[in-house]
């Protein structure tokens, strides 16, 4: 199985300040981890993803870092936007997780202030 | 694209009731998912089916069956309504029970237990 750690639970952050919200998992084979973001009264919705064989990717603002041996990943967003406030969730995907199947970290919801 | 669509949107019950919750799903995808939202929990893996015909348990199954009735459609049971009880359950679905399939999530069904 897996277990997911996300901290901080709350983050307020300035307009055009970055953000930065950490994950660690607790299995060293998990080789998958999306980050999903959650506005208000909506759905989840992939927003970036990385593999294990990556420590860094980025795209549109967002970049997510992988640390292997530290079973560390982390989201940052760049110059926040108001529309970036939402909660966002991490995952990791163990190893040998039949049907894809995800470990979800407890969220944190990102306040942009304007 | 596709949509997934979750009914009721709203369920209220007794404590003790029986609830069922369904799920549709028009991606054509084979792996379907139901997740518990608590806050301050994220989200937490009831049942999920990889293909039709399949179920599997998740982190969070005791309380809740679940069926596959079909391709397009999950259903989630939960077997007796726990006083006070309040979460927002979640369908998600993915193209294939592969890695990196990404999960697509319904709108949500609010659960209150009076």
């Known amino acids: 199985g897996e277990q997911v750690e996300q901290l901080p639970s709350i983050l307020r952050v300035q307009e055009g300040s970055s953000a930065s919200i950490n994950c660690t998992y607790e299995n060293s084979a998990s080789n998958y981890f999306p980050w999903y973001k959650q506005e208000p009264g909506e759905n989840p919705k992939l927003i970036i993803d990385i593999r294990s064989n990556m420590e860094r990717k980025q795209t549109q603002g967002l970049i997510v870092l992988l640390d292997k041996k530290a079973k560390r990943f982390s989201l940052h967003i760049t110059d926040t936007q108001p529309g970036d406030s939402a909660m966002y969730f991490c995952a990791a995907r163990g190893p040998n997780s039949a049907g894809n199947k995800l470990t979800f970290g407890i969220g944190t919801r990102v306040l942009v202030r304007p | 694209g596709g949509i997934i669509t979750q009914t009721p949107k709203f369920l209220i019950g007794q404590e003790g009731q029986k609830l069922t919750l369904k799920c549709q799903q028009n991606f054509n995808h084979d792996t379907m998912y139901w997740y518990r939202q608590d806050s301050g929990k994220g989200l937490r893996l009831i049942y999920y089916?990889?293909?039709?015909?399949?179920?599997q348990k998740g982190d969070l199954s005791e309380g809740y069956d679940a069926s596959r009735e079909k391709k397009s459609s999950f259903s989630l049971t939960v077997t007796s309504a726990q006083k006070n009880e309040m979460a927002v359950f979640l369908c998600?679905?993915?193209?294939?029970?592969?890695?990196?399939?990404?999960?697509?999530f319904g709108p949500g069904t609010r659960l209150t237990v009076l």
């Open positions: 998600a679905s993915s193209i294939s029970p592969l890695n990196y399939a990404e999960q697509f």
């Open positions: 089916s990889i293909t039709e015909n399949d179920l």
